[in-house]
């Protein structure tokens, strides 16, 4: 028996017949309370009814009502005033520092077996998430709603890691977001270098070059670690001939070349498409994150990330290899990603921190009108029968997978809560 089980049938009253206390006294629960995610006891706000009395307050659970003297509760003063005990065995009286008896419920005859069994089942799956068969059964309603909630707590999460990003550039709103921006030019296999590459070349010194598009894409490649070798071409020896007379005048130190990846991605996305693409956007745009906070729809987002690469790069991916003549223009899916990963998370960031609702909105508004993402995760729901229309429910799914389905928190997602038990009507008192 796990205790987060017990939680479970304590906070949805789940019970197959009338309570009694160990000391045979007839038990009501008014109100389980609520989960303590602090220090003390497990529930807060609490309310039950023991023979004819009436109790407000906290409530502990424990496999084992030894465990009470196992986990030292009985030094802690917050114990004291505990109003109910709850253990699966009842295996030791547990006393208050009065010498007074606490009010115990044991659940040993209690458990509905059938319920047990589906979450232990869900334990022992091995399959890509615990309920993968079993999805399809779930209201559609429940998933929805579930999905909405946790495409705004991956949101959050995004947001703090943008408040510790402004942090470490002393609340620079425009450092930051270049920094940002930047990582997220790098999807995934190349965050990392992107990263290192802006934290090593701050936007400033590429403000000072915005107006020579040739300076830009040098200190970026540069800075990159790409323009050491020796070149046939002209192009990147102007660039390195550019790029090292930067060097000297900002005192740079570029970040090491090897680290860029270019195996497993099809050649536009190649991190020197990337950068190029990367210096036409910081060319055209005044200020990166003013022009964030100015979105309002898709189509200005289509508009602020409509870039391409440098004449030269239409007819290469790598330096010295001349290619067919293609534009390369940043394509739709990777707008969208972009967006979806960096754009929208800023705009929410930047409204939560500075209490500007109409970001936070704006935000919303924005995810919600854009299509769902599609990876390995979104298809794996899509052919357990679970469909979502934007990308807010796909940012959900991708919250579920990680924070839920891969920790088999089953019990504490409303789907897992739903297969386990669909009538979660706790019991009520005798007429």
Avoid at 192 to 220: G, I, M, V, W
Wanted: glycine share 6%; hydrophobic share 35%; aromatic share 10%.
């Amino acid at each position: 028996m796990k205790e987060e089980f017990l939680h479970f049938l304590w906070k949805n009253m789940v019970f197959n017949e009338f309570l009694l206390t160990t000391h045979g006294d007839p038990l009501v629960i008014i109100r389980p309370g609520e989960v303590n995610h602090d220090a003390g006891p497990d529930f807060i706000n609490s309310r039950v009814r023991i023979g004819s009395t009436i109790w407000a307050g906290f409530v502990e659970i424990h496999v084992c009502s030894s465990d009470w003297y196992k986990h030292g509760h009985q030094f802690d003063e917050k114990y004291d005033n505990i109003i109910l005990h709850v253990v699966y065995q009842n295996d030791e009286e547990i006393y208050r520092s009065s010498g007074e008896p606490i009010p115990t419920l044991e659940l040993l005859t209690h458990i509905n077996k059938e319920v047990y069994q589906k979450y232990a089942a869900f334990l022992k799956s091995r399959g890509w998430i615990p309920c993968a068969n079993l999805i399809n059964r779930v209201d559609t309603t429940v998933i929805s709603d579930w999905l909405g909630e946790l495409a705004e707590k991956r949101m959050r999460k995004k947001a703090a890691r943008i408040e510790k990003t402004l942090v470490l550039n002393n609340q620079d709103w425009e450092q930051a977001t270049y920094q940002l921006v930047a990582s997220g030019f790098g999807f995934k296999l190349n965050t990392l270098p992107f990263e290192l590459l802006a934290k090593s070349l701050p936007c400033h010194y590429l403000k000072r070059h915005k107006n020579d598009p040739e300076q830009t894409e040098a200190l970026l490649f540069g800075q990159a670690g790409l323009l050491s070798g020796t070149f046939r071409e002209s192009y990147p020896n102007m660039l390195k001939k550019e790029y090292l007379h930067l060097k000297r005048s900002y005192n740079l130190h570029p970040i090491r070349g090897h680290l860029w990846n270019f195996l497993r991605l099809r050649p536009s996305n190649f991190p020197t498409i990337r950068l190029s693409q990367f210096a036409n956007l910081i060319v055209q745009a005044k200020s990166l994150h003013k022009e964030i906070l100015r979105i309002t729809n898709t189509k200005e987002i289509h508009r602020f990330l409509d870039i391409q690469c440098s004449p030269y790069w239409e007819s290469h991916y790598m330096f010295d290899a001349p290619s067919r003549k293609k534009n390369k223009k940043m394509g739709r899916q990777s707008i969208e990603l972009l967006t979806i990963n960096t754009i929208i998370p800023i705009l929410y960031a930047y409204g939560k921190l500075k209490n500007v609702h109409e970001c936070i909105t704006q935000s919303r508004i924005l995810l919600a009108g854009l299509p769902p993402e599609k990876n390995n995760i979104t298809r794996k729901f899509e052919e357990a029968g679970v469909r979502v229309g934007n990308a807010s429910g796909s940012q959900g799914l991708l919250y579920l997978k990680s924070e839920f389905c891969d920790q088999k928190k089953c019990l504490d997602c409303p789907i897992g809560q739903s297969l386990c038990c669909p009538d979660r009507q706790g019991p009520q008192p005798p007429a």
